[in-house]
C-alpha cells in the first residue's frame, strides 16, 4: 500500500525561484533564506517520496479567470513549465503519475469532493519553486514523479480553511489506499502573510506567520476555524494561500515529528516560511 512519508508546508514566492536561477542565493539578501532550507533539504534528499503531490494555485499562467476550480487534480503524464511572462523557468519538465492520480480522483470523488481534472496543464511558479525548495540541483529531472493539486485562492470565494483540512485528510485515506507500494511526499504551498496591492500593499504580520507555524502541527482544528475574512484581515489578500498548508496537514494524519522550521523577512515583499513533518503513521 502507498504510504505519506513526510509533508512540507513553504511559500512559492516567485523570487525564490529567481534567485536560485540567476545565482544569488549566496547575496547577502538572499543567504539567510536558502541557509534555512538547508537542514530540510539534507533530511529530504535522505528521504526521498515516489510521487510528490504538491497543492498549489495556478497564478493565471496556465488557467484564466473565465474557469476557476475550486479544486482540481492533474492526471497528465508531464507538464510544463509556464512561460510567466519572461520565459520559462530553467527547469526539467515535470513528471506526472498518471495512474496514482486517476485513482486519486476517483477516491475524492467518491469521498464527496468534486475534483476538476486537467489532462493537459503547464505549471507556473507555484509548483516548481516548491520542488526547487526541495530538490536544488535536479539536473535533467526531478528526483520524483508529482501530481499537481490546484486550489482556488485567488476569486471569491474560495474553499474554506475547514474544507482544506477535509479534503487534506480524504486525499490521505486515497493516498493510503492506493494498492502499490509507493512512498507519497504532499506539498502545502502558499504564503506567508503578504499583500501585494491596495491600501496595505507590503503588508507582513509575523506575529500570525509564527502562531501558524506552531498550529499547524499542534491545532489544524484552530486554523481550520479561521473564516476567509479573518485570514485575509491577518495575513493580507494574498495570505489566504495559507489554507493550503491545512490540505498537506490533514493527508499526514495524528502522529508527525517536525523535522526543520524557518521563517525569514522579508523575501521580496512577503513573509517567507518553512516547515517539514515526517509523518509517523496512524
Not at 205 to 227: C, G, S, V, W
Amino acid at each position: 500500500m502507498a504510504e505519506v512519508i513526510w509533508g512540507l508546508a513553504t511559500s512559492h514566492v516567485p523570487s525564490i525561484g529567481a534567485a536560485m536561477d540567476h545565482g544569488k542565493t549566496e547575496d547577502p539578501y538572499w543567504r539567510p533564506l536558502f541557509d534555512g532550507y538547508a537542514p530540510a533539504r539534507a533530511w529530504m534528499a535522505r528521504h526521498t517520496p515516489d510521487v510528490a503531490v504538491v497543492i498549489y494555485n495556478d497564478h493565471a499562467n496556465a488557467l484564466d479567470m473565465s474557469v476557476t476550480p475550486t479544486f482540481a487534480l492533474g492526471t497528465a503524464p508531464s507538464y510544463r513549465v509556464a512561460d510567466e511572462g519572461w520565459g520559462s523557468r530553467p527547469v526539467p519538465v515535470v513528471t506526472g503519475a498518471p495512474e496514482f492520480s486517476d485513482h486519486l480522483v476517483g477516491s475524492l470523488v467518491d469521498a464527496s469532493f468534486d475534483m476538476t481534472v486537467y489532462q493537459e496543464l503547464d505549471v507556473d511558479h507555484g509548483l516548481t519553486v516548491p520542488l526547487s525548495v526541495y530538490c536544488p540541483d535536479p539536473g535533467e529531472s526531478w528526483p520524483c514523479a508529482v501530481v499537481p493539486l490546484l486550489v482556488n485562492v485567488i476569486q471569491y470565494p474560495q474553499p474554506t480553511a475547514a474544507r482544506c483540512l477535509a479534503l487534506g485528510r480524504a486525499l490521505g485515506e486515497a493516498i493510503r489506499s492506493f494498492p502499490e507500494d509507493l512512498k507519497v511526499a504532499v506539498f502545502g504551498t502558499g504564503g506567508m502573510s503578504h499583500q501585494l496591492a491596495g491600501a496595505r500593499a507590503g503588508l507582513i504580520n509575523q506575529d500570525f506567520d509564527r502562531m501558524y507555524l506552531d498550529a499547524i502541527e499542534h491545532a489544524p482544528e484552530k486554523l481550520a476555524a479561521l473564516t476567509r475574512e479573518e485570514y485575509i484581515r491577518e495575513a493580507g489578500s494574498e495570505g489566504i494561500e495559507l489554507i493550503m498548508w491545512l490540505i498537506m496537514r490533514g493527508a499526514l494524519g495524528p502522529r508527525i515529528r517536525r523535522v526543520h522550521e524557518t521563517y525569514h523577512v522579508p523575501a521580496s515583499n512577503t513573509a517567507a516560511g518553512m516547515v517539514l513533518f515526517e509523518n509517523l503513521g496512524r
